[in-house]
């Protein structure tokens, strides 16, 4: 067993799953916080929409994901001709792939960390005076900061341990798109376990970690 | 200055249905607003701040049009140079003392609170005798605290009003009559008119010149408490007056006096 061997997939599952992270956390922070406070029609259906990801078979999402973003799909046609862009078979493609599968963590922790903050403090920085970009930035954020930080978390672990949506977008190129969970799955394949071993402890030791930091923050601060 | 209010407003919640129908005009410094839970306080008090929309009708503070339905007027509540006063504070939880304060004169994007700025926030810590609490936060505090804190809040942004919602409802009984006090001297010190909303005799009595009986979503009188019989030549409320108006007036039996406290006194 080759230090690469880990290293590799190591560093390039960090690279996908921090920016899928990234994607879903943006995304889902501004989808919540349209859901916990505008009244519009089809907020329900959007709701659901929005928590599907949770509950469906990540190869199914991968197929979806295939579908709109491979070679002939409307979205990774219009990539390829206009901007020279392919997802499929690259680490990029994993990255949206994970983000797909996470969304819904975030978008869930934010939700309810959004619907926490009493409407009070709006109200009272409204009438101090303060436009709604700065009673979001200044009073809803910095209140709800801890629910969506778990959430993130959360999805961050949870990308990290994608394989499903992953493998049908991005295949299993090893250097190139073998993240940790396929390289387990390729090392048990081939029958190298010293190499599954490691790549299991890894895995384990990142996200029980991941879990242990996202439950301090969301218990609350001591108050005497 | 003249608070003239004019307004209606129908909520339906769950087959109930609650008609708020308000007309009135206030030229004194001190206005109160009493009546009943559910008798639409807050949600009038709640429309002047622009917190609440009304259906119809007009609100003007010294001589600013607020909302005005026939013309389409209706400034945000950003923009109304209204300060108010919450019944249980809303101060940040996330912030300090002194962030609170500077909270309504300070933009996000600056990260150094300006020298002047700090300058307000520090006379009114003296003020409000809140020195050596600057970097408290909000559940450090006591109730008579929290109440400096949200005046200050409130008062540093040099308001063309002060709305107060139920100011001393969540203060301790015997804390009510001295934070009644400070309040008159506060609004003396800033000279800034106010309003408050209440359903406690005393607040009446101590604190109206114009006193506005509120029922059921209707206003029942508007009194001048200015004169006799409620206050004497010196100024003086008389409490017996004022019960009895308010027992009278609200149609209900006189409003029971509280012997305990003051007995003990």
Same mark, same amino acid.
């Given at each position: 067993?080759?230090?690469?061997?880990?290293l590799i997939?190591?560093?390039?599952?960090?690279?996908?799953a921090?920016?899928?992270?990234l994607? +879903?956390t943006?995304? @889902?922070?501004?989808?919540?916080f349209a859901?916990?406070r505008?009244?519009f029609?089809?907020?329900?259906i $959007?709701d659901?929409?929005?928590?599907?990801?949770?509950?469906?078979?990540?190869t199914?999402?991968?197929?979806?994901?295939?579908?709109?973003?491979?070679?002939r799909?409307?979205i990774g046609?219009?990539?390829e001709?206009? $901007?020279?862009?392919?997802?499929?078979?690259t680490?990029q493609g994993? +990255?949206?792939?994970?983000?797909?599968?996470?969304f819904? $963590?975030?978008?869930? @922790?934010?939700?309810?960390a959004f619907?926490?903050?009493?409407?009070?403090?709006e109200?009272?920085?409204?009438?101090?005076?303060?436009?709604?970009?700065?009673v979001?930035?200044?009073?809803?954020?910095?209140l709800?900061?801890?629910?969506i930080?778990?959430?993130t978390?959360?999805?961050?672990?949870?990308?990290?341990?994608e394989f499903?949506?992953?493998l049908?977008?991005?295949?299993?190129?090893?250097?190139?798109?073998?993240? $940790?969970?396929?390289?387990?799955?390729?090392? #048990?394949?081939?029958?190298r *376990? *010293?190499?599954?071993?490691?790549?299991?402890?890894?895995?384990s030791? #990142?996200?029980i970690?991941?879990l242990? +930091?996202?439950?301090?923050?969301?218990?609350?601060?001591v108050q005497? | 200055?003249?608070i003239e209010?004019?307004?209606?407003?129908t909520?339906?919640?769950?087959?109930?249905?609650?008609?708020?129908?308000?007309?009135?005009?206030?030229?004194?410094?001190? %206005?109160?607003?009493?009546?009943p839970?559910?008798a639409g306080?807050s949600l009038?008090?709640?429309?002047?701040?622009?917190?609440?929309?009304?259906d119809?009708?007009?609100i003007?503070?010294?001589?600013?049009v607020?909302?005005?339905s026939?013309?389409g007027?209706?400034?945000?509540?950003?923009?109304?140079?209204?300060?108010?006063l919450? =019944?249980?504070?809303?101060?940040f939880?996330?912030?300090?003392?002194? =962030?609170?304060?500077?909270?309504?004169?300070?933009?996000?994007w600056?990260?150094?609170?300006?020298?002047?700025?700090?300058?307000?926030?520090?006379?009114?810590?003296?003020?409000?005798?809140?020195? %050596?609490?600057?970097?408290?936060?909000p559940?450090?505090l006591s109730?008579?605290?929290?109440?400096?804190?949200?005046?200050?809040?409130?008062?540093?942004?040099?308001?063309?009003?002060?709305l107060l919602d139920?100011?001393?409802?969540?203060?301790?009984?015997?804390?009510?009559d001295?934070?009644?006090d400070?309040?008159?001297?506060?609004?003396a010190?800033?000279?800034?008119?106010m309003l408050?909303?209440?359903?406690?005799p005393? !607040?009446?009595?101590?604190?109206?010149?114009?006193?506005?009986?509120?029922? =059921?979503?209707n206003?029942a009188?508007?009194? !001048?408490?200015?004169?006799p019989?409620?206050?004497?030549?010196?100024g003086?409320?008389?409490?017996r007056?004022?019960?009895?108006?308010?027992g009278?007036?609200? %149609?209900?039996?006189?409003?029971?006096?509280k012997?305990p406290?003051?007995a003990?006194?």
């Amino acid at each position: 067993m080759s230090s690469q061997e880990v290293l590799i997939p190591l560093f390039l599952t960090l690279k996908v799953a921090g920016w899928a992270t990234l994607g +879903a956390t943006v995304a @889902g922070v501004i989808v919540a916080f349209a859901i916990a406070r505008l009244r519009f029609p089809g907020r329900e259906i $959007l709701d659901a929409m929005m928590t599907l990801p949770m509950v469906m078979p990540p190869t199914v999402l991968g197929y979806y994901l295939l579908v709109l973003v491979g070679r002939r799909g409307p979205i990774g046609a219009w990539l390829e001709s206009t $901007l020279g862009i392919t997802l499929v078979f690259t680490w990029q493609g994993a +990255a949206i792939a994970a983000a797909v599968v996470a969304f819904p $963590l975030v978008y869930k @922790g934010a939700r309810a960390a959004f619907e926490g903050v009493e409407r009070q403090f709006e109200q009272a920085a409204r009438v101090l005076g303060k436009s709604e970009t700065a009673v979001f930035v200044q009073v809803t954020l910095p209140l709800a900061w801890r629910g969506i930080l778990a959430g993130t978390m959360l999805a961050f672990a949870r990308a990290m341990g994608e394989f499903g949506a992953t493998l049908m977008v991005a295949g299993s190129l090893p250097g190139k798109t073998q993240t $940790l969970s396929i390289a387990v799955y390729e090392a #048990v394949q081939a029958g190298r *376990d *010293d190499v599954a071993n490691f790549l299991v402890v890894v895995t384990s030791v #990142v996200c029980i970690s991941i879990l242990l +930091a996202s439950g301090r923050l969301l218990r609350p601060p001591v108050q005497a | 200055m003249r608070i003239e209010v004019d307004i209606r407003k129908t909520l339906r919640s769950s087959g109930r249905e609650f008609a708020l129908n308000v007309a009135f005009t206030c030229d004194d410094e001190c %206005g109160v607003i009493f009546g009943p839970s559910g008798a639409g306080k807050s949600l009038t008090l709640r429309a002047i701040a622009g917190l609440e929309t009304p259906d119809y009708g007009r609100i003007a503070v010294a001589g600013k049009v607020l909302f005005d339905s026939s013309s389409g007027i209706n400034v945000p509540a950003r923009e109304r140079a209204v300060a108010y006063l919450f =019944q249980d504070y809303a101060l940040f939880p996330h912030l300090s003392v002194e =962030q609170n304060i500077a909270f309504g004169v300070r933009n996000w994007w600056q990260f150094r609170t300006h020298v002047a700025i700090r300058r307000r926030v520090e006379d009114l810590l003296d003020l409000f005798e809140l020195r %050596g609490l600057g970097r408290a936060h909000p559940w450090q505090l006591s109730g008579g605290q929290k109440q400096r804190v949200a005046l200050a809040r409130a008062l540093i942004r040099r308001p063309d009003v002060l709305l107060l919602d139920e100011p001393f409802a969540a203060l301790d009984p015997l804390l009510r009559d001295r934070m009644r006090d400070e309040l008159l001297k506060t609004r003396a010190a800033f000279t800034v008119p106010m309003l408050a909303i209440t359903h406690d005799p005393e !607040d009446v009595s101590a604190l109206a010149q114009t006193l506005v009986l509120l029922e =059921q979503g209707n206003v029942a009188s508007v009194v !001048d408490l200015k004169g006799p019989p409620y206050r004497d030549a010196e100024g003086r409320a008389s409490e017996r007056a004022v019960r009895g108006l308010l027992g009278r007036v609200a %149609g209900q039996e006189p409003v029971a006096s509280k012997p305990p406290i003051r007995a003990v006194k």
